[in-house]
Every structure is written in C-alpha cells, then in structure tokens.
C-alpha cells in the first residue's frame, strides 16, 4: 500500500519559518493536502495542491512539490504560538478510489 | 462553506452498550462520507467509507457488525459502535466530500468515546 512519512516533531521559534515535510511512494498523486489539528479537534484544511503544480502560496503557506523525489512541504512564514497543532499531509491517488492517505502527522511546537 | 457537524463531541459509556455518532453536512450534499479512527499521538485510520442510499465499504479489518454506518440522506451519515468494549474507546472523526467550483474533504470536530 501507499506509504506517506512525515517526521514526527518539529520546534521552531516565534517569528521563525516552520519547513515540515512529507515523503510518499505512490507517484500517481493527484491531489495533496495539507491539513491541521489541534488537540482534541478534527482536522482542519490549511491548503492544497494539484500534481500538475509545483508551489502553490497562500499567505503565510508556501506548498512545494517535488514530483520526482515524491516530496511536498509546506513553510509557514513568520510562525506564531497558535500554530502549534500536529500537522498532517494527506494525498489522493489514482486507484485509491477517491480515499485520502494522511502521513504520520508533525507535531509542531513554537516557542517564545 | 462545507462544514460538518459532528456530535456528540464527547461520550462516556459502559461496556456492553451502543454509542451512535452522527455527522452532519450543514450547508451542502455529501454522497460519499467518511469514518476515522485516531488512536492518541498517531495519524487518522480509515474504517469505513459511507455511500448515501448504499452500503458502507469497510476497510480490510474493520469488523461492520461492530460499526454500524447508515448514510439514509445525503447530510447525515451516523455510526454506531455496538456492544462497545474498552478497547473501543478512541477519538471518532468522520470527514465529507464537497464538490462545487472547487472540491475537497472536510473534517467534523470529532468525537471521544470512552468505554468503561
């Protein structure tokens, strides 16, 4: 099956960019996705990308895919202590059926 | 735009009981909604995908006599977690499929369930 790693624990401090990384195996990725958690709250949609694009910003996100390392990131500029939540990239790909596949989830911790 | 309503946000129940959760797609229609299961520290487990006016297709291990998915309307999916035991007890989150001029996947707020 697919696999999609994130790394588990980011810290940053406040004011700093915030890079967290995502890595999968399946290269028919359609879609990706970006998604945060707060604790004891469901998941909350921060940005997406189609696989035809290679960055995509919205404000303080930048999403950047690497088709041929299979890797997607996101930044977040200018990080602030309400940005720390668990963060979780999820993708659709082709046979999949429409299902997302979320990584294993960064748990990022901004400091003052 | 596409929200979903999840309740009850919290549930505590004892052993041997039934839990029903309900998701609700409040401002659009949701064919196909989706059931997750979050152990702590760890990413979202699919258990089961829920297709309005059909039956649910399960994911491999996911027992569906022991969660039950009704999806009767195109806003409500509901599960029920029957006989529930301790090792049930986990954080539920259903999420839904929005389409339109843009498309994608919205979670509800979750639910704990804690069996005692």
């Known amino acids: 099956g697919e696999d999609v790693e994130q790394s588990l624990f980011l810290s940053v401090r406040e004011g700093d960019s915030s890079v967290i990384n995502c890595t999968y195996t399946?290269?028919?990725?359609?879609?990706l996705y970006w998604y945060k958690q707060e604790p004891g709250a469901g998941l909350q949609l921060l940005t997406y990308?189609?696989?035809?694009?290679d960055m995509k910003q919205d404000q303080r996100l930048t999403v950047l895919l690497n088709k041929k390392d299979k890797h997607l990131s996101l930044r977040i500029a200018d990080t602030q202590t309400g940005d720390s939540a668990i963060y979780f990239c999820?993708?659709?790909?082709?046979?999949?059926?429409?299902?997302?596949?979320f990584g294993t989830g960064t748990q990022l911790k901004v400091e003052l | 735009g596409a929200v979903v309503s999840q309740h009850p946000s919290r549930v505590i129940c004892k052993s041997g009981t039934s839990v029903k959760i309900e998701c609700r797609s409040l401002d659009f229609q949701a064919t196909t909604m989706f059931w997750y299961r979050q152990f702590p520290k760890k990413s979202l487990m699919l258990m089961a995908t829920?297709?309005?006016?059909?039956?649910?297709?399960?994911e491999q291990g996911v027992e569906k006599d022991k969660f039950l998915i009704n999806h009767a309307s195109l806003t409500l999916s509901t599960l029920t977690v029957t006989s529930a035991h301790p090792e049930d007890s986990s954080f539920y989150i259903c999420s839904a499929r929005f389409e339109g001029e843009d498309w994608g996947y919205t979670f509800g707020s979750g639910t704990r369930l804690t069996v005692v």
């Open positions: 990308i189609f696989s035809n694009m």
């Open positions: 399946d290269s028919s990725s359609t879609y």
């Open positions: 999820a993708e659709i790909f082709t046979g999949g059926g429409n299902k997302l596949t």
């Open positions: 829920s297709n309005e006016g059909s039956k649910a297709t399960y």
